[in-house]
C-alpha cells in the first residue's frame, strides 16, 4: 500500500507540473503540446486502470485463511489483452507523434521571413538580409542590398524582433563551440553546431517579449548567453527594419515611403 500511494502521489506532481508549462506561442508549440497532453492523458488512464485492477485485487483476493486457492495455468484473454493493448496503445502514440514531428519540422517558404542566427561566446548576432524580409518587404525598396544585425554582449543582452502570424525561420550557425538556441515559449531548441547549418520555422501567434537564452554548456560565460524574442505586429516590424537599415547602413538602404 505505501508503495500505491507513493505512485499516486507521484503522478499528482506530474498533474501539477502540466499545469506549470510555458506559453506555447507558435503554431508549432501548441501542435507539441497538444501532443503532450494526449500523452499525459493515455498515461493517466493507464496508471488509474492499473491501480484500479491492482486494488481490486488486493481486496478480492487477499488471504483470508490457510486454505489453498484455487489453481490454474494459464488465461488466453487476458494474455492477448496483456500483449494487444500496449501495442495499439503505441502504434497510436507512434502515429500521432510522427504526424506531430513532420509538421514542426516542415520547411520554410521561398517567401517566409529568414532570420540568420550566430552563436558566439557569449553572445548572439542576428542578421536580417534586406532581399529576404518576407511578404512585408520590411518597408525597404525592392533594390535595397546589405543587411541588418543586432550583435549582443554578455553586458547587452540582444533582441531578436520577428513579426506575428507569419513564418518565420531560423537559420542557424556557430562560429566556435556547439550552442544551443532555446526559446523557452517555443517549446522548442536547436543546436549550432561549427562548420553546420541547422534551421527550423515557426509562426508566432502572440505578441510581447519572450526570454530565450543558450541552453548547452558553452564555457565560462554560458549563463550570460541570454536573449529577448520581441513579437510585434508587422508595422512595427517594418519600421524597425527601415530604421536600423539607415543607422547602419546610411543611403545605401533605400526606404520605401509606406
Known amino acids: 500500500m505505501k508503495r500505491l500511494a507513493a505512485a499516486v502521489a507521484l503522478m499528482a506532481l506530474a498533474l501539477l507540473g502540466a499545469g506549470c508549462q510555458p506559453a ?45 486457492p484455487p489453481q490454474f495455468h494459464g488465461g488466453g484473454k487476458i494474455e492477448a489483452a496483456m500483449v494487444g493493448v500496449p501495442v495499439l496503445i503505441v502504434i497510436g502514440l507512434f502515429t500521432i507523434s510522427m504526424i506531430t514531428l513532420v509538421g514542426v519540422d516542415d520547411t520554410a ?3 517566409d521571413l529568414t532570420i540568420e542566427v550566430t552563436g558566439f561566446q557569449f553572445s548572439w548576432q542576428f542578421t536580417y538580409n534586406l532581399n529576404d524580409l518576407g511578404e512585408g518587404g520590411g518597408g525597404m525598396d525592392a533594390e535595397a542590398e546589405g543587411a541588418v544585425s543586432v550583435i549582443g554582449t554578455p553586458a547587452n543582452e540582444p533582441v531578436l524582433m520577428m513579426p506575428v502570424d507569419e513564418p ?14 532555446y526559446v523557452r515559449d517555443f517549446l522548442y531548441k536547436l543546436d549550432l553546431f561549427p562548420g553546420r547549418v541547422n534551421a527550423f520555422t515557426v509562426t508566432a501567434r502572440e505578441t510581447g517579449d519572450f526570454r530565450a537564452q ?45
Open 109 to 111: 517558404e521561398p517567401d
Open 214 to 258: 543558450c541552453a548547452e554548456l558553452c564555457g565560462l560565460n554560458h549563463a550570460l548567453m541570454r536573449f529577448t524574442v520581441r513579437v510585434v505586429e508587422r508595422g512595427e516590424f517594418d519600421a524597425w527594419i527601415a530604421s536600423e537599415a539607415v543607422r547602419q547602413l546610411g543611403d545605401g538602404a533605400r526606404v520605401r515611403a509606406r
Open 168 to 181: 518565420v525561420e531560423f537559420v542557424l550557425r556557430s562560429s566556435d563551440v556547439i550552442h544551443s538556441f
Open 24 to 68: 506555447a506561442i507558435t503554431d508549432e508549440a501548441r501542435d507539441m503540446n497538444d501532443l503532450y497532453n494526449v500523452v499525459l492523458i493515455a498515461a493517466i488512464v493507464v496508471f488509474a486502470l492499473v491501480a484500479a485492477a491492482l486494488v481490486y485485487a488486493i481486496v478480492r483476493y487477499r488471504r483470508r485463511d490457510d486454505a489453498l
